[in-house]
């Protein structure tokens, strides 16, 4: 039997190639609704998605065929993965793909703000010349936490090793730190850290995890870098401590106003005053949910999928 799958977001294109040479049959489908989707899911074995619409029970209850689902990123947020597994549907994520690049995004975050580049760069491009006020900080000499020590923490840590720095890992699991980074509760980490990484996927513990009591918890005031998702941060929050500077700035890949697919921001007719406060502020860098969206995790990303899915009908 020919193994059927449904693509319903554009990804590099060796996915789709590789997976032709291996002998599956690829089908795309990059507009449809999800209702459209839903009424022809039956018809396949695979589904390969990246964020467009949430895999949820309505729509695993029609996809009666399906074998697998591959998701072209490293979480697996946007899908019912309980209720996927009860139907012994396999779950396929890339987090391998793209950590690499989210390591070197939060480090060039960190060191941009240090170093205030970005604020200078505006400066001088408008006729000013500061140096005083645009006196930075080092790196080395630091504590970096690192909360969620899985594939992207790990890297950032490797990253952080041409630095002199102390880095502390905190995660859920026991025994994942290693040899370049001491993991300790979070209570110590929270003692200890001057600059805070955040590389902790989507779920009912992490949601709204960074709020003022967690902030406050903090021995030292603290710089913050989230490339995870952003409604790990109560933004309001984060406000009112980089105006106490409890926070002494923040890089944020991530907003918790972005949409469920990531592709676009929400917007509604007026800014919330917390998101126009970080748009203000010379401390704040923000970049568009691009820290794993290199051209080289692209093509990585997909040929992590492919690899899988080939491994997947190999047993």
């Known amino acids: 039997m020919q193994i059927k799958i449904l693509h319903i977001d554009s990804n590099h294109p060796i996915l789709m190639q590789q997976l ?82 989210v390591a070197g995004h939060s480090l060039g975050m960190i060191l941009s703000l240090f170093n205030n580049l970005n604020r200078a760069d505006r400066e001088i491009r408008s006729g000013h010349w500061n140096r005083e006020s645009n006196r930075g900080h080092e790196l080395d000499g630091k504590t970096v936490g690192i909360i969620g020590y899985g594939n992207m923490g790990k890297w950032f840590a490797k990253k952080l090793r041409g630095f002199d720095v102390k880095v502390l890992c905190y995660d859920i699991k ?8 001491q993991q300790v509760s979070l209570a110590e980490l929270q003692q200890k850290t001057d600059v805070l990484s955040l590389h902790l996927p989507w779920t009912p513990e992490t949601d709204k995890m960074v709020n003022t009591n967690f902030i406050n918890a903090f021995a030292k005031s603290f710089w ?13 929050d984060l406000v009112t401590a980089l105006q106490s500077k409890k926070i002494l700035g923040a890089g944020l890949d991530v907003l918790e106003y972005e949409k469920l697919s990531f592709e676009t921001l929400f917007q509604d007719k007026t800014t919330p005053e917390a998101f126009q406060y970080l748009l203000d502020a010379d401390n704040v860098l923000l970049s568009p949910h691009v820290a794993g969206w290199t051209f080289e995790s692209h093509e990585r990303l997909a040929q992590t999928i492919v690899d899988k899915i080939k491994a997947l009908f190999a047993q």
């Open 20 to 101: 032709q040479e291996a002998g599956f049959e690829n089908h795309e489908d990059f507009t449809s609704s999800k209702e459209a989707i839903e009424a022809k899911i039956q018809e396949y074995h695979g589904i390969v998605i990246r964020s467009r619409f949430k895999i949820d029970k309505t729509f695993l209850d029609k996809a009666t065929n399906l074998q697998f689902i591959a998701r072209v990123g490293a979480g697996l947020e946007s899908i019912d993965c309980e209720y996927a597994t009860s139907k012994n549907i396999a779950l396929i994520a890339a987090p391998e793909g793209n950590r690499n690049a």
């Open 174 to 181: 026991e025994n994942v730190g290693d040899e370049n980074a």
């Open 224 to 236: 913050i870098l989230n490339t995870s998702r952003g409604k790990n941060i109560v933004t309001a």
